[in-house]
């Protein structure tokens, strides 16, 4: 930490000026709020650009037959829209922003461990986005062969599948760089007096996924160097032809890919975690129940990879075997809904905003894991693998799961972040509208993948006609809703009624220090005493 | 929707469709148990009707029922999941043998006695092995109403099987994304009684008879439809993932030779040689490895018809 006497405490963050001025106060900042909300900013254009190219596939598949694009848009227009997603929106998403804001806070330090490293995460993490983008405008075609690399054909087809494959290799570095920073901040710098199990639940989160990020991602990067080296000098590890095997590249995609899932959720059940007992007024339910069941998550969630792959070429034993590990992974889920569930039990509830995102967080996670015990089943994975279904469940997963707890997270933590508070009437109605859009738009393709619907399909049959309506005007009320959402946001933290320290009556360390926060959070770091917790309500 | 659906397609249906109703049930039960509790506690403890809260911070053995309840139900569903496709895992031994050779965008049937079509002819009641090849990228075959579904990969030698178990015509699907015209790499699957199999399949005339009447340019074009060379090639000059065919005969097309680039006339040879040793010469501006040679699967006679086609576009 660098601490240094000659930073004020009495200025927030917002307003403190330091060596830099305007813009550059910001992308040169290494105080770790600065750096959240940097990667809020990028992360929320990038959401749009990925958001847009959703409708436009969704549009596309209102009528069967051509509607506003090519088949070879289509195929670009998916691929873009998942890497986007994947790579830049969700696997950082929680913990690049409000872990970056507000871990540090939570566990009662000035800053996280390495303040330079972090921004230079951030900056790692603009490169690898301007890559993929550059391989969507210049050179000959945008990639197209979904977010999934696959090969043979990602080296057979002729589009510019470099810079993609290169940018998801850099994003990856972003997210190790990250995890580390944050290993190490949770090891070294908790506030006196906080142990292990007084650590508040969003840190334990992050604390799970950043082992992940750190052990898992580096295999995604040799995997996707291994591709590069393929397509450009033919070394015949994946490629049949040449004696490779293409099954071995999906082992080693999933390896990956599959916990990149946890990193994707863990967070955002920690993010739940906050909401939920806060806004009960009531001390967590189970804490050791769910710190225990994260880090099983987090343990499990690597076995499981072989789940994506039941129908490309496995042994008998390994099927069943990723079958029933699958099975197991979802206990530990299902234990946190019960803990979430019975904190509210006896509980003083104050709805607001936040918990509304909370309650229907609960909703649509149930949705997608319960919809993923039929993917984890051999008999029925069979029959919808690779069709709409797994398009909806991962949707609900990793859209319904880490989006909704975004949007809980955002206005749960908008008051610390800039010092005002949302207008709550926009807010529910934003969430109203959001939810029912949401529904509407994913629940038939659970429909149209038991129809037998393909997955990346461009044009289909006219049997699979009417669940598309529907789910593309789906598309259209989420939108609305989500531009609401996001201009209230907007709207509110320019001129929102100014936020007291601790409007919602939280008992995390974040709602002692002044909203928003000065530069280095704290004048004196905080001790835990005998008594003290992180959900310790009279 | 075929789920639920009362009519046994295949052998696979109960077993599959078995487990779906199962695991649909106990999910159907939590979903909706779950979100009642929640709504419930919403307004019992609501602030306004429960002002103080009631501090409880956990309970072990609740802990251990929530634990050992949903083990004990996954393992119902893994068990379930594990039976339905077990048998899918062996063909039996007398088996009719079909192969399907899948590439980019079609799948094409191979039989026995040396029958190819374009739609799966099968026999009703007896079992069915399918054995995938790929010439190119993974595909995979889907049969929805038959419940399976198997990747394609190209160097391994995968099979899928079933029987089929009444009259009918169904979808096959391409299910693993392979490029541009994914969406209509689909064929159909014709389940006919055994008997009228039999005559089909054995009655060669049908086809002889077809061959002599039709005269070698539409018997070229038919070849070229059926077997997915229009999915990449045009008949009207546009691009698709490969060049043209309209005026290609006869004039000069630039092409790379090992590195080297030269101008030869595209003359019988030449195309000979670009059906079934596509990447000897590289069309100037496109790629290499997209076309794979049609050697074993288009006769001599087959690419002399095909060649005769090509003359008439100008
Ligand atoms: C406006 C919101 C969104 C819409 C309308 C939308 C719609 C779609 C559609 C239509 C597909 C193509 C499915 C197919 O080809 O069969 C798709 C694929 C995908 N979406 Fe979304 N989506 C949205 C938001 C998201 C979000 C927030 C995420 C990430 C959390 C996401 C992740 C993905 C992924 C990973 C794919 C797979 C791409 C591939 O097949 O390679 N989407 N989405
Ligand atoms: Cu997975
Ligand atoms: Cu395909």
Known sequence: ?538 | MYILASTQASNFVSGVDKAFIIILAICFFFLIALTAVMIYFMFKYNKKKHPKATQIKGSNTLEVVWTVIPTILVLIMFYYGWAGWKPMREAPEDSFEITVNSRMWNFTFQYDNGRRTDTLFIPKDRPVKLNLRSMDVIHSVYIPAFRVKEDVVPGSDKFMWFTAQNEGIYELFCTEYCGLQHSYMYNWVKVMPEEEFNTWYTDTTQQLASAQVESPTAAGKRIMTNIGCLACHSLDGSRLVGPSFKGLYGHEATVKTGGETRTVMVDDEYIKRSIFDPNADIVEGFNKGLMVSYEGQLTETEVEQIIEYLKTLK
């Open chain 1, 1 to 538: 930490m660098q601490a240094s006497s000659k930073i004020p405490t009495d200025v927030s963050y917002l307003e403190y000026k330091g060596k830099h001025k305007g813009l550059l106060s910001w992308i040169l900042s290494t105080d770790h709020k600065r750096i959240g909300l940097l990667y809020m900013y990028s992360m929320m254009t990038l959401f749009l650009i990925g958001v847009v190219l959703g409708l436009a596939m969704k549009f596309e598949l209102i009528a069967p037959g051509k509607t506003i694009m090519e088949a070879k848009d289509y195929n670009a227009v998916f691929t873009v829209h998942g890497v986007i997603m994947i790579f830049m929106i969700v696997v950082p998403g929680l913990p690049a922003v409000f872990g970056n804001f507000l871990l540090p806070i939570m566990i009662g330090a000035k800053d996280v461990a390495f303040p330079k490293l972090n921004l230079a995460s951030w900056y790692v993490y603009i490169a690898g986005a301007f890559l993929v983008i550059a391989s969507v405008l210049f050179g000959d075609g945008s990639p197209d062969t979904g977010w999934t690399f696959y090969a043979p054909y990602s080296f057979k087809t002729g589009t510019n599948m470099l810079p993609a494959i290169f940018g998801a290799f850099v994003l990856g570095f972003s997210s190790i760089l990250t995890g580390l920073n944050f290993i190490v901040t949770i090891h070294r710098l908790r506030a006196p007096g906080m142990t292990w199990t007084k650590m508040p639940l969003f840190p334990w989160t992050l604390y799970g996924t950043a082992w992940i990020q750190l052990l898992a991602t580096p295999i995604v990067g040799i995997t996707l160097v291994l591709v590069s080296l393929e397509r450009i000098f033919g070394i015949g590890v994946f490629d049949p032809a040449l004696g490779g095997d293409p099954i071995l590249y999906q082992h080693l995609f999933w390896i990956y890919s599959h916990p990149a899932v946890y990193i994707m959720i863990l967070p955002a059940m920690g993010a739940i975690s906050e909401i939920i007992p806060t806004f009960s007024q009531k001390h967590v339910f189970g804490y050791k129940a769910i710190v225990a069941s994260t880090l099983a998550i987090a343990f499990v969630g690597y076995f499981v990879w072989g789940h994506h792959m039941f129908t490309s070429g496995m042994s008998g034993t390994a099927q069943y075997t990723f079958s029933i590990l699958t099975f197991l992974v979802a206990i530990p889920s299902a234990i946190k809904v019960f803990n979430w569930i019975s904190t509210m039990y006896k509980g003083s509830i104050n709805v607001q905003t936040p918990f509304y995102w909370a309650v229907s967080f609960i909703f649509v996670f149930m949705i997608g894991g319960l919809s993923g015990l039929v993917l984890g089943a051999l008999a029925t994975n069979v029959y919808v693998h690779d069709t709409a279904f797994v398009v909806a469940h991962f949707h609900f997963i990793v859209f319904g799961g880490v989006g909704f707890a975004f949007f809980g997270a955002i206005h749960y933590w908008f008051p610390k972040m800039f010092g005002r508070m949302y207008d709550s009437t926009w807010a529910n109605a934003g969430w109203l509208i959001f939810t029912i859009g949401f529904l509407t738009l994913y629940s038939p393709m659970f429909y149209l993948g038991m129809q037998g619907m393909p997955r990346r399909y461009y044009d289909y049959l006219e049997e699979f006609h009417a669940a598309n309506i529907l789910s593309t005007m789906g598309s259209w009320v989420m939108t609305l809703g989500l531009v609401i959402i996001l201009i209230n946001l907007f709207r509110s933290a320019k001129s929102g009624a100014i936020a007291p320290k601790d409007p919602w009556n939280g008992k995390t360390l974040e709602w002692t220090v002044p909203s928003p926060p000065p530069v280095e959070n704290y004048e004196e770091i905080p001790v835990y005493g005998e008594k003290d917790g992180p959900y310790e309500y009279k």
